[in-house]
């Protein structure tokens, strides 16, 4: 009996388990993975983000965002972000390169009506995000569904290091439907 | 009494000091930062690094790497990195943008000579990082100070988020003499 991290696909099915917990247990390691864009100026940009879905079937996942933020400069120019989440318990590193699309309007007012109204309070605060204020509460938060916007992020390929008595790293693309391959770690 | 995410010098002196202890003890959140580049592709890419030294009069902080990884080829067209780290104990995120630069080879010797045993065998994996493999452990560790690289990154800017019953986020930067001012959530 082999352990799940020995083998490609023992990898791979671990890694999108572990996607799945991490929309459905606010505790996973896979809730908040970071996000890292290019900005408007082609530097590198990383932030953690909330994990608000993920499809197995279709391997993309989704992030909700205030459509004012920086991040949405930098994906107007290139419409690319890599995720990275580390899962303690699994001893693993997963990192995704995806390509980003911004939902229609339509699509995200039917998220937004399934928005729990905690999490609205998230979009349209006022200035936008990362405008300069005279003191740290200077701002005032209105729920703006106008301000909200979804990015799904159809993964590309999937990089995956496992840390144990030897490391183990395997690259998953989506060109061959996932088959992956193992590289040197 | 003020808390000290209250101010920003509360929250810079902690940013500071977290990022210290990220040095000194390996359970410190800052010890593993996530660093954000641009490949040669000019897409993001993401992975987890361990911070080796932080200098917080220069404001620099140092990261090794083995020279042959792909992060190499990024750096070499865009010489930037984004640095994240979530101090859960703290409620407070930080993102630093760094220049980054490639210390010489004899700097770079003085580095290696301290570097322990154990962490050295993350230098001088053949075939290099990345490389495809035929079976999972088809690769050798062999420590070679000629793969090992020490990356000097210059903070220019650190955006601090706290996060409390109501958010606090400030941004500080080098032009400013780490002045800061508060900014938007």
Chains 1, 2 share one sequence.
């Not at 896979?30 to 100026?41: C, E, F, G, S, Y």
């Not at 699994?90 to 928005?115: C, F, I, K, N, P």
Request: net charge neutral; proline share 6%.
């Amino acid at each position: 009996m082999s352990e799940w991290f020995e083998t490609r696909e023992g990898l791979f099915g671990q890694a999108v388990q572990r996607l799945s917990r991490g929309v459905a247990d606010r505790r996973a390691p896979a809730r908040h993975p970071t996000m890292a864009t290019v900005n408007a100026a082609g530097l590198p940009e990383v932030r953690t983000v909330v994990l608000r879905a993920f499809d197995r079937e279709a391997m993309t996942l989704d992030v909700h965002t205030d459509l004012r933020s920086t991040k949405m400069d930098g994906l107007a120019v290139k419409p690319n972000a890599a995720f990275h989440v580390w899962d303690a318990g699994g001893h693993l590193q997963m990192r995704l390169a995806t390509s980003v699309a911004v939902l229609s309007s339509e699509q995200a007012d039917d998220l937004w009506a399934r928005v729990p109204d905690p999490s609205r309070q998230a979009y349209g605060v006022t200035p936008p995000p990362g405008s300069k204020i005279e003191t740290a509460l200077d701002y005032t938060k209105t729920p703006d569904p106008a301000t909200f916007a979804v990015l799904r992020c159809r993964v590309e390929s999937l990089d995956l290091l496992h840390l144990g008595t030897d490391h183990r790293r395997a690259v998953f693309e989506r060109v061959t439907d996932w088959a992956g391959h193992w590289v040197s770690p």
